[in-house]
Nanobody, 117 residues
Framework: DVQLVESGGGLVQPGGSLRLSCAASGYSVSTGYMAWFRQAPGKEREGVAAVDTAGAPTYTYAVAGRFTISKDNVKNTLYLQMNDLKSEDTAMYYC????????????WGQGTQVTVS
């Protein structure tokens, strides 16, 4: 079974930083597609950042230049380094994964809360 377990969320002041982690089991981060999504209360879930099998990242406009997605193939873990956090970044953050580029996101973690206040 594939399991994705997020950690690293918390309460931080505006301008602060956090690093989220997503530990994968039953799934290889080195050969799959992975992403971070977030959902704020009353809002739809949105994609934040994604990385392909070659490690090439993409970001939504709102976080470009502030967030960095990366993966450690040895630790089989996905990361999201978040800098210069703003109140509008407050949300539940989810890790997602898929094995084929043209399929939907098949695997999801339970989420980790980020509060900027």
């Amino acid at each position: 079974d594939v399991q994705l377990v997020e950690s690293g969320g918390g309460l931080v002041q505006p301008g602060g930083s956090l690093r989220l982690s997503c530990a994968a089991s039953g799934y290889s981060v080195s050969t799959g597609y992975m992403a971070w999504f977030r959902q704020a209360p009353g809002k739809e879930r949105e994609g934040v950042a994604a990385v392909d099998t070659a490690g090439a990242p993409t970001y939504t406009y709102a976080v470009a230049g502030r967030f960095t997605i990366s993966k450690d193939n040895v630790k089989n873990t996905l990361y999201l380094q978040m800098n210069d956090l703003k109140s509008e970044d407050t949300a539940m953050y989810y890790c997602a994964a898929k094995r084929i580029v043209n399929e939907g996101w098949s695997f999801w973690g339970q989420g980790t809360q980020v509060t900027v206040s």
